[in-house]
């Protein structure tokens, strides 16, 4: 007895030409999968651990403090009248979200190499799941943060309006550079031994603990650059009320644009060669 004709189409799978981006529609077909990955890595971040998720509250808070201590022994750090408490924890809620992004998603990629060796699917998926739990984190951090508010007797600002825009400009520059890096540690496995020291250098030349006032007025500029400003004051702007960054938004929008589009490209690219090189 002869087996049944498969009657399934085939599917031909042809690496690109030139420098193309990748096909959203295949990607939205493959949502569930993203999902998937997703939960399983928050689930993992926290099996075995004693506090478990609470670790998202703890991290930002415990930050905010040891930091903010170490600061106020040189003197006061200025805050335009918010508690420093809050002003600390609102900076460090977006800087362990951007760190915790670029941190994972560098690494997605290598982390999922039996996958990748085994079926296909498109490689995007990984960084865009990677990135998830870190979304989440900060959506908990967040919480705390209008809860410290609440205790230190800070209104929300009328700006917090913008805070969704704001916080898109956190993900463009922190999903863009992941896309960058977890396409390099494949091949150069290395930078994910030095995505965890820049990012402890970024945390001392962003103003995570302080306000970009606290920068002699001459090197502004050129500290500036440093996308991450931009988000920073940006944050601080639409939650708290403190001075409203003006232009310096379109820095992080700028970079995290190129940084995407850079990224999506080169990731697309270099993805031919994964399951060879994982």
């Known amino acids: 007895m002869s087996a049944p004709a498969d009657n399934r189409p085939a599917h031909t799978i042809v690496p690109p030409s030139g420098w193309p981006l990748p096909d959203l529609r295949e990607l939205w077909g493959y949502r569930d999968l993203v999902y998937f990955l997703a939960r399983r890595d928050i689930a993992v971040r926290y099996r075995q651990t004693v506090i478990g998720a609470a670790w998202a509250i703890v991290q930002p808070v415990a930050f905010a403090t040891v930091l903010g201590l170490f600061l106020t022994l040189f003197g006061r750090v200025p805050t335009e009248g918010v508690p420093y408490a809050v002003f600390a924890l609102a900076g460090m809620s977006v800087w362990l979200f951007v760190s915790g992004s670029l941190s994972s998603t560098a690494t997605s990629t290598v982390a999922s190499s039996a996958l990748v060796r085994k079926v296909y699917f498109p490689r995007l998926v990984i960084p865009l799941a990677a990135i998830i739990p870190s979304i989440v984190d900060f959506l ?92 920073l004051e940006g944050f601080r702007w639409a939650v708290l009320g403190t001075s409203p960054p003006g232009e310096l938004l379109l820095i992080p929008l700028t970079v995290g644009a190129l940084l995407l589009i850079s990224g999506l490209v080169f990731f697309t690219r270099a993805e031919t060669t994964f399951a060879d090189e994982v």
């Open 140 to 231: 908990v951090a967040l919480v705390v943060l209008f809860v410290a508010m609440a205790i230190f007797g800070v209104a929300p600002s009328g700006n917090i309006v913008a805070l969704p825009g704001v916080f898109l400009l956190a993900v463009l520059v922190a999903f863009g550079a992941g896309l960058w890096l977890s396409a390099l540690v494949v091949r150069y496995r290395d930078i994910q031994h030095v995505v965890p020291f820049l990012v402890q250098v970024g945390l001392f030349v962003s103003p995570v603990l302080y306000q970009l006032d606290l920068i002699p007025e001459r090197f502004q500029a050129v500290y500036s650059l440093n996308p991450m400003v931009g988000v």
